[in-house]
Structure formats: C-alpha cells, structure tokens
C-alpha cells in the first residue's frame, strides 16, 4: 500500500531492531538452563502477568478479533468468559504442584507421579502440536504485513523469524517475557488510539458506532441453546472452552514455563490472577474495535477486502497519520513476535530436558546443555518457517490452530487430572489414557457435527475414564511415590526442609499461600459479573 510512507517504515523498523536488541541484553549473564528456561526463577509475578496476555494477545488476535467483531460481534467472547474460572482451578491445582516440584517442563512432573513413557509421550505431543501451531502463528501476520507494506509475503515470514529467534537465543526466557512487557503496552496502544480515530469519525461519537453494531445484532453474545453444533453458545464457552483453557494455560509448556519463572508460589498465583482478570477485557476491546469498524464502514463504504484478518491493518494504513501508522503496524510484529518467542523457548526446553539430557547426553554440564538449548530454539525457528510456507493452503488461520490444539489438549489435561486427583492412577493407565482421548476426539471430529470446543472435554473425559480403568487392572502406585505428588497430600517433612534454607521458609511460605486463599473466589465471582455484563449489553440492545 502505499500509504505505508518511508517514515513509516522506519518506525517499524527502528521497533523491531530495538526489541531485538532489548531481548539479547537478558543473555549476558545466563550460564545455566535454569537462567536460560527460568530466568533464575527471578522474575516479577506482573511482568510475568503481562507475558501472558501479550501472547494471548497473538497476532492472530490482535489482528483477527477485529475481523470477528466486524462479521460476528461479540459472540466469541464465550470462547474466553471462562478464564477467570480456568485461573481459579489453576491457582488450586495443577500450578502449585509444578512449583513445589521444581520441575523445568510440565512433562517432568508425570515422570515423577508416573513413569518415563508417559513424560515422553506427553513432551513429544507437546512438540508436534506447539511446533505446527507455531508455523501457522507465524504465517498470520506475515501475510497481512506483506499486504500492508507490499513486501513479498515470504519475506516478512523471514524476517519475523529471524528477529525472534535471534534475541531468544541469545536471552532466553527472560528476553521472552521482558519483550512480550512492552510489546503488550504497544498493542493497547494500537488499540486506544483506534478506538479514538473511529469515536472522531463518526457523527454520534462511541454511542452512535455502539447503536449501528445493535441495530446489526452485534452485541447478541449470551446464546444458551444447548446446541452441540452451535459453535459460541455459552454452553461451548463455559464448559468446552474451560477445558480448553485448562490445558492451554496449565500444560501447555509454552505457558506454564512463565509461571515457574517467579520467585514464589504466592508470586505464580499472582501472575495467574493477572491473567484471570484481564484477558476477558482485552479480549472485548479487540471485538468492539471489530464493532466500530463495522459502524465505520457502514458510513464510509464497503472496506473493499476479501480476508477480515487485513480488515484492522488496513484501516490503521488508510486513516492513521504518518509515524502512528508504522508504529501501529509494528503492533502487529510485536503480537507475532510475542507469540514466537514464548512458543520457541519452551520448544527448546521440552526438546533439551525431556529428550536430548533424558535420552542422548545424560551427564554433560550446564553449560554443554545451555548450548544445546540455544542450538534447540534455532532449530524451532527453522522448523515453524518452513511450516509457515505452507500454512496458508490449510484454510483460516484461527481455525487452523484450534483444531490442532483440540486434537492434543483435552487429552493432556486428562493426564494431569489423573496424577493430581486418582491415587490409584498408574503410568499405564495414564499412556493409554491419552491415546484414548486423543482417537475419541478423532472420532468425533470425523462423524459428529459438534462445536470444536466440545473437543477437550471429550479427550479429557476419556482420557481420564480410559486411564483409571487400565490403572485398576495393573498395580497401584506405591505410597511413598505419591508423597506431594497428588492433591490433598504433603511432602515429607525432611523433604521439604533439604529443599529449603530452614523450616522458617517454609512457614513464611504457608503463611504467604493462606494470604491468597480468597483469590480464587475472587475470580469465580469476577465470571459471574462478566456474564452480567454481557447480559446487560444484550438485554439494552436487543
């Protein structure tokens, strides 16, 4: 386009070198893969907090939800009114157990509770997932940015490669998380000034966009037929999308990484609360930029585009003044980049500590593995490139990584929900559990018409089912295996103090975990205001 100026450009470009050079900094004094894949378990819980949000403010989303607001309103926001809920259970559950543990990858943990098999399969499912989901992540906004810019779309897929893998080489988790800080900054910042170019646009302001999205049935969101097939009902959002949630943020490597970077447990919870309750308001701005536009449009003319993933980018290039505009665009790279670094980082980790240390060299020395990790990431980056030259044959990108987790996340978090809560659950149990699941979504995907939200319920259920039911054929794991590995059970007492400096830690800790006991009630009565919310939108609207 060429309203993207030489000015523009530079702006871009002056971003992304500055946050290329940002992330290489965290490098220089990491001499072990606990700095490299937990930053020395140093880092601030809001830092971590806001990690979180930037990548779940992908590039798919900053630049999708808009295009999803404009053709469907607020309907998806089902999708994501579960996360307060999801953060509640986390908080409770799964994240704790990883923390006390010590682990460096969510697949460790099942070692431990079962078996080498189980941590194996897991990892390995793990990467095929992350890995092919990464590509596709990478292909979104490469193809739009070569739309805004008129770069050749293999060109930006390059460079967004390049850029991020270069500086998590070199910083590691910590140039992740620091990077995502500021690139989430700069993606509310593409979508305040929006907001504000749209509100000066129209002729009644804010109200007047609002009142064209109602007459347009833009701001129906609250849908409670109990209809398998209807994709954003309500039902698919709170039960389907839970579960969905559930695995993404809580055995998803990619995700819970950043959680065991922070100093505490008390701080792993805080970054979760963070997350429970800003993703679901972030999430809404997206898709009511998505509603103004379609007010914007209405009045202005058809957006004249084929791909609603172009729709955002180039209103920004259209309307916005020189400068703004590159660094709006530049959003665009940080929502990408926010995403690929997270995703190649925990790539590296799973693929040195669950196979390369486990399997190939045993004994070697930190840093021989801290090498290895960094070797690792540039493999990833090179795996999800190729990839990305194929993603845009295999239809819209949304869709593309949903279907990709919901073949693999359900099972997994079935898994967990064995270790945790079945005592009697074995390694077995456990293997056969998850290839259970992941053939129970198949069948369903292949010959039943539900919503693919649905899909994690599905592996979960089954995966839990068929695992404790092969468990109780074999032997039950011996006591002293279980000990702080299963919910309701504590670590032996000499077993926590060889870990710490003195038992007053560990009081200090007690005391500091009752102080955050009322937060995951916070959280579920935080969802039942955001379905308020939204009830009161549709009711004034309607």
């Known amino acids: ?159 967004m490669a390049i850029i991020a893998v270069a500086y998590t080489v070199l910083g590691g988790i910590s140039a992740v998380i620091w990077t995502d800080v500021i690139q989430m900054f700069v993606l509310w910042l593409g979508a305040a000034l929006a907001i504000i170019k749209i509100i000066s646009t129209m002729p009644d302001g804010f109200s007047g966009a ?66 429970g309750l800003f993703i679901f308001p972030q999430m809404m701005l997206f898709l009511i930029i998505g509603i103004m536009l379609y007010a914007f449009y209405s009045q202005a003319g058809s957006p004249g585009v084929e791909n609603l993933n172009e729709l955002f980018p180039l209103f920004v290039v259209n309307n916005f003044p020189v400068g703004i505009t590159g660094l709006i665009i530049a959003g665009v790279f940080a929502a990408a980049m926010s995403s690929l670094d997270s995703a190649l980082n925990s790539l590296s980790a799973v693929s040195i500590r669950d196979f390369y240390a486990k399997y190939f060299k045993k004994d070697a020395s930190e840093g021989h593995y801290l090498k290895a990790s960094r070797w690792a990431t540039i493999f990833w980056g090179v795996y999800a490139t190729v990839f990305a030259f194929f993603a845009g044959n295999l239809g819209p990108v949304i869709e593309v990584v949903n279907e990709i987790g919901s073949y693999f996340y359900g099972a997994l978090l079935g898994v967990f929900i064995l270790a945790i809560f079945f005592r009697r659950a074995n390694g077995t149990g456990a293997f056969a559990g998850v290839i259970a699941g992941m053939l129970a979504v198949w069948a369903v995907v292949t010959f039943a018409d539900i919503s693919f939200l649905y899909n994690n319920v599905v592996g979960a259920v089954v995966a839990v089912a068929v695992g404790y039911a092969v468990s109780l054929f074999g032997k039950a794991p011996v006591k002293e295996k279980l000990a702080g590995l299963v919910f309701g059970d504590t670590e032996p007492v000499q077993e926590v103090l060889k870990r710490r400096q003195s038992e007053a830690d560990k009081i200090k800790e007690i005391e500091e975990e009752k102080s955050m006991k009322k937060w995951p009630y916070i959280l579920v009565g935080y969802f039942f205001v955001t379905l308020l919310i939204l009830y009161i939108i549709q009711t004034t609207t309607m």
């Open 1 to 159: 386009m060429n309203n993207f100026t030489t000015i523009d450009f530079i702006v871009l470009i002056v971003y992304v070198l500055g946050i290329a050079f940002f992330g290489a900094f965290f490098g220089k004094n990491q001499k072990s893969t606990k700095d490299y894949f937990l930053g020395g378990r140093s880092i601030p819980w809001w830092a971590i907090g806001l990690s979180v949000m930037a990548t779940q403010a992908s590039a798919i989303t900053f630049i999708g939800a808009p295009g999803w607001g404009y053709s469907g309103g607020l309907e998806r926001i089902n999708t994501y009114i579960n996360v307060p809920l999801v953060m509640a259970f986390l908080m409770v559950t799964i994240v704790p157990f990883f923390y006390r543990t010590e682990v460096y990858t969510a697949y460790e943990y099942l070692e431990r509770r079962f078996d080498a098999k189980t941590r194996s399969l897991t990892a390995g499912l793990f990467l095929v997932a992350r890995g092919l989901a990464t590509g596709v992540v990478l292909y979104a906004p490469a193809l739009v940015l070569s739309v805004v810019t008129g770069w050749d779309v293999n060109v930006t897929i390059i460079i």
């Open 210 to 275: 609002m009142d064209i999205g109602a007459e347009a049935g833009l701001l129906q969101s609250l849908d409670f037929r109990f209809d398998l097939s209807v994709e954003y009902s309500i039902w698919a959002g709170v039960i389907g999308g839970f579960f969905m949630h559930a695995a993404y943020f809580g055995t998803d490597q990619s995700q819970i990484q950043r959680v065991l970077t922070s100093k505490s447990i008390k701080e792993s919870k805080m970054s979760l609360i963070v997350s």
